[in-house]
């Protein structure tokens, strides 16, 4: 059956998977680094992304493919489709003060109406408005704006400096509705933010729906592609009724939802998703390293950390921590630190502060369930995934502070598995 490839470009890494379309099954796959930083140039982007595609065994076997990304990260490419300046990425926060003026001048809640998100320094639009105020000059240039899974589309098209055919750029649903001047109820871009933002209009990618696709120069089909939190909800089957819990070093909470989601407290980001449904999602910042930094101290590793804290009875004795190491974004806590309370001398053991970092870690997700409950988003299960997914431990509580049924998928490239997805249905 014909085979198909699905990548994963994320801030770390490019990880590639050809996947057999008929059967679902992994056959090849290839992986490769990106540089570390908030500000990188999107040449290196492209060259993992060649790499990582040699090493699976190139395309010349593929009848189609997509690409899933990291969202948000700013692409700035001038009329001759070169890229302006290295493109500030979501972790990038220099334009912290970009998004309070857009507020300022907008209003939380409308921009929330408008756009289903209201701006932080995470979103594409923020980098613009910092873009137009701190570099006119490239502000001035800029022709078209891409996020990175559009523009590596864009050049394994065929198109770049040297095929300059800046209308050919496209993206999807789920990445539009990340960069804070699109409409996920509309489905149209808001032009008027996006020269509040930039200075003047530019050409933005074409908004591809979930059974669309396009093709690359030798004819193969090429999907979509998504936002990387949408990939991962496609490439794990979510559906209504289901939240994801992603674990990592930060952590996310995403549901599938049938309406559109506004927030205007901006707890939740309404983005959109790859199916043509939504994802309402709810960023943390203490994730998987609360973990790691409790059982540092502890000096132990994570299976006899996974041990300790099971030894504790649920609630630790009235051991609390309130895991904000490194401040928080939901809530919105920047200079937060983390508190351990309830200490007695009959609470204080290893085993308590070990079941107490994962209640607390897991209760910092929680909130983000009880957002999405507040909205009126149904929640039926909760799919845990991510490398803090991995720990006994945090399986076997998780449901109790969770309030729900928890599955564990097994561990995969579930950004790249849902590009793949895309890329197999191109074919039907």
Same mark, same amino acid.
């Given at each position: ?213 396009? &093709?690359?120069?030798? *004819?193969?089909?090429? /999907?979509? %592609? @998504? +936002?990387?939190? $949408?990939?991962? =909800? !496609? #490439? ?94 939901t809530p919105n806590l920047p ?15 290893r085993e308590n502060l070990a079941? &107490?970092?994962?209640? *607390?870690?897991?209760? /910092?997700? %929680? @909130? +983000?369930?009880? $957002?999405?409950? =507040? !909205? #009126? ?52």
């Amino acid at each position: 059956m014909p085979l198909v490839l699905g990548v994963d470009s994320s801030t770390q890494s490019c990880k590639v998977v050809v996947v057999d379309s008929a059967t679902g099954a992994v056959v090849r796959t290839g992986r490769a680094a990106h540089p570390d930083g908030t500000s990188v140039d999107p040449e290196a982007w492209w060259s993992a992304l060649q790499d990582a595609i040699a090493e699976a065994g190139s395309l010349d076997d593929i009848a189609a493919w997509s690409i899933g990304g990291q969202q948000h990260g700013l692409v700035a490419l001038d009329a001759q489709g070169r890229v302006i300046r290295d493109a500030l990425l979501w972790n990038d926060t220099r334009s912290a003060g970009a998004a309070a003026d857009l507020i300022d001048e907008f209003g939380a809640a409308a921009l929330a109406v408008r756009t289903g998100l209201v701006p932080v320094a995470s979103f594409t639009i923020t980098k613009l408005r910092w873009l137009r105020d701190n570099e006119p000059e490239n502000a001035a240039r800029v022709a078209a704006v891409a996020l990175p899974h559009d523009w590596l589309t864009w050049r394994l098209r065929g198109f770049g400096p040297e095929n300059p055919v800046l209308d050919e750029l496209v993206t999807d649903r789920s990445d539009a509705s990340g960069t804070g001047y699109w409409n996920p109820a509309t489905g149209e871009y808001d032009r008027d933010l996006l020269v509040a933002a930039l200075g003047h209009d530019a050409i933005l990618p074409r908004v591809l729906s979930a059974d669309e696709w396009v &093709a690359d120069a030798d *004819g193969r089909r090429v /999907g979509p %592609g @998504a +936002g990387d939190n $949408a990939g991962a =909800a !496609l #490439g794990l089957g979510a559906e209504p009724g289901d939240v994801v819990v992603s674990i990592g070093t930060s952590g996310t909470v995403f549901a599938v939802s049938r309406e559109p989601v506004n927030d205007p407290g901006g707890t939740i980001a309404g983005f959109a998703d790859a199916s043509g449904l939504f994802l309402p999602l709810i960023a943390t910042l203490n994730a998987a390293r609360v973990v790691d930094v409790t059982a540092a101290l502890l000096d132990v590793g994570h299976d006899e950390f996974s041990d300790l804290a099971l030894a504790a009875t649920p609630g630790a004795a009235g051991l609390t921590l309130l895991p904000y190491f490194e401040g928080e974004r939901t809530p919105n806590l920047p200079d937060a630190t983390a508190t351990l309370s309830g200490m007695t001398l009959a609470s204080t053991t290893r085993e308590n502060l070990a079941r &107490a970092a994962v209640e *607390g870690m897991l209760r /910092g997700l %929680g @909130a +983000g369930l009880d $957002a999405l409950r =507040a !909205l #009126g988003i149904p929640l039926e299960r909760a799919l845990l995934i991510g490398g803090g997914a991995q720990s006994e431990a945090v399986r076997r509580i998780a449901p109790q502070v969770l309030g729900l049924p928890v599955e564990v998928p097994e561990p995969g490239e579930y950004v790249a598995l849902g590009a793949a997805k895309q890329a197999a249905a191109t074919l039907l």
